[in-house]
């Protein structure tokens, strides 16, 4: 690694960027043998990686996507979008095997129910040189399944350097504590799970009890709750900080832009509540319109 500690203002994000299609305005959600009919449909880019760098990108942030996409119509689609976020794509890789990623989200009263397929491997051919960047600061892993899939990447981003947080992102296979969940999560900086994914992970029931556990492997924790906010730990540190009132349209990518909200500010003060305000006022902004991106890019 070269450049000086503060010449590093840059966060990568890694993780696999899919297709979103959104199904809004539902007044039922499917049942097997039955269609129903959505009131909107908006089509956009999406997963963690991607959402979270395009709410960083416009916070004024330098961000890079480290992803592999597919050649395939769905995926050229995104395209346009991508070129416009303001995200340096300069370590993105299109590959045959890593498309088409779609995701079905089905919105009912604010809730969503998703289908995903992921496609070929998580791991990009510019890896290693993307975390070599002179100027970058950050690792921000997207995904568990991504860690999972690259056990290594961690204490390459340390080697170089950087901090690195984790957004565990659901997955029913593997967020869960038999999974070797915290073993492979050694040298994460900042956790940044919401409430279910802290519940299983730990069997608690309540955010107190939930925190209490990940504070035992993790030296910062942030744990979302949606409407209630979120809460966080750092040391002796403790901070709850509420979530305004607004009307909720779709909650898809809210927790990834509350992730780019909490990191800039981080990054930049190192004030655990203003940062955790930071990323409230980031994911409220989100859910007040369909798709995860910034409103300017849906």
């Known amino acids: 690694m070269t450049g000086r500690a503060s010449d590093r203002t840059k966060v990568l994000c890694l993780g696999r960027t899919y297709c979103d299609i959104i199904f809004t305005g539902l007044h039922e959600m499917p049942v097997l043998g039955r269609e129903r009919f959505a009131e ?31 050649t395939d119509p769905l995926s050229e689609s995104l395209r346009t979008e991508l070129e416009f976020s303001g995200v340096d794509l300069s370590f993105v890789e299109r590959s045959d095997d890593a498309g088409p990623q779609p995701t079905v989200a089905l919105i009912k009263d604010g809730e969503r129910a998703f289908v995903s397929r992921r496609a070929g491997t998580s791991r990009p051919a510019a890896l290693e040189e993307a975390l070599s960047a002179p ?6 892993i997207a995904e568990f399944a991504t860690l999972k899939e690259n056990p290594d990447v961690i204490a390459m981003a340390k080697g170089r350097g950087l901090t690195v947080s984790l957004d565990p992102s659901w997955d029913d296979q593997l967020i869960r504590r038999d999974t070797g969940f915290f073993e492979l999560c050694a040298g994460i900086d900042v956790f940044l799970p919401n409430v279910e994914e802290g519940g299983a992970l730990t069997g608690g029931t309540s955010a107190e009890a939930i925190l209490l556990d990940l504070q035992k492997h993790f030296p910062l924790v942030v744990l979302k709750r949606g409407e209630h906010g979120a809460v966080a730990s750092q040391d002796s540190t403790c901070v709850s900080v509420p979530a305004p009132s607004v009307t909720v349209v779709d909650t898809t990518g809210a927790g990834d832009a509350f992730n780019a909200g909490f990191l800039h500010t981080w990054l930049a003060t190192s004030a655990l509540e203003k940062s955790v305000a930071a990323g409230i006022e980031a994911g409220s902004l989100s859910v007040q319109s369909a798709g995860g991106a910034p409103p300017q890019l849906r």
Request: charged share 10%; net charge positive; no cysteine.
């Open 40 to 70: 909107a449909v908006t089509i956009v880019a999406g997963g963690g990686a991607y959402i979270t760098a395009a709410h960083i990108a416009s916070l004024g942030r330098p961000v890079a996507l480290l992803t592999r996409l597919g």
């Open 135 to 140: 100027d970058m600061a950050h690792l921000h």
